[in-house]
């Protein structure tokens, strides 16, 4: 079956230093969706990618997908201790597959 | 976006009962998943929930363990049978707004732990 899988498992910065999340599909992916999450919340929508090659930007955050739409990345500029929690790609396969979540990856921002 | 009510916010339940976990929207919506996140890990996808229809479940989750009521387009209940501490978890449901495949919105979640 599909499987997403996401590096690094944990980051721990210091303010201000930059932070890249990798997320990589076994198949091609139809869209791709980023989730946070907070310690102790549910899971919030970031953005959703939908074409080949496609980069969005979120002030400090920037998201790409792949060309073969098979990976995405997420990338924080400057981090800041509001960014604390764990980011989730998630994605629906092309052929029908279900919809899957990566294991995702924590972030700590020490001040 | 739409406001997901979940109910019970939290539980400690006995081995072998059942629980029902209930989700409100405030609009009507098409699309309503269920999913379990168990602590420190990502979240799994339990069904889809379909008004006027069965679930559809996804591998690994049956209806027997899992039965998933949906009524109307704004109210679902997710039923954990016969529980084990294995099922300790949290329970979340979710509303994708927009159609089957957009992006989803997630309610607060339920924290169950069985003893």
């Known amino acids: 079956g599909q499987q997403v899988m996401q590096i690094p498992q944990y980051q721990h910065v210091q303010e201000g230093e930059d932070f890249t999340t990798y997320c990589n599909s076994s198949?091609?992916?139809?869209?791709i969706q980023w989730y946070k999450q907070r310690p102790g919340g549910h899971p919030v929508f970031l953005i959703q990618l939908v074409k080949s090659g496609e980069v969005k930007k979120q002030k400090r955050l920037t998201f790409q997908f792949g060309e073969a739409k098979k990976n995405s990345s997420l990338h924080i500029t400057a981090t800041q201790t509001t960014d604390v929690g764990t980011y989730f790609c998630?994605?629906?396969?092309?052929?029908?597959?279900?919809?899957?979540f990566g294991p995702g990856t924590r972030l700590s921002v020490l001040p | 976006s739409a406001v997901i009510s979940q109910k019970p916010s939290r539980d400690i339940c006995q081995r072998g009962t059942s629980l029902t976990i209930q989700c409100q929207v405030d609009s009507q919506v098409t699309m309503m998943f269920w999913y379990r996140q168990q602590p420190g890990q990502s979240l799994t996808l339990i069904a889809t929930?379909?008004?006027?229809?069965?679930?559809?479940?996804e591998s690994g989750f049956v209806i027997d363990k899992f039965p998933i009521s949906r009524p109307n387009l704004t109210f679902s209940t997710l039923t954990v049978s016969n529980m084990s501490p294995e099922d300790s978890s949290i329970y979340l449901c979710?509303?994708?707004?927009?159609?089957?495949?957009?992006?989803?919105?997630f309610g607060d979640g339920t924290r169950l732990s069985i003893l």
């Open positions: 198949t091609t992916l139809s869209n």
């Open positions: 979710s509303v994708a707004l927009a159609g089957e495949r957009q992006p989803q919105h």
């Open positions: 998630a994605g629906w396969g092309v052929y029908g597959q279900n919809f899957v």
């Open positions: 929930a379909n008004q006027g229809s069965e679930a559809t479940y």
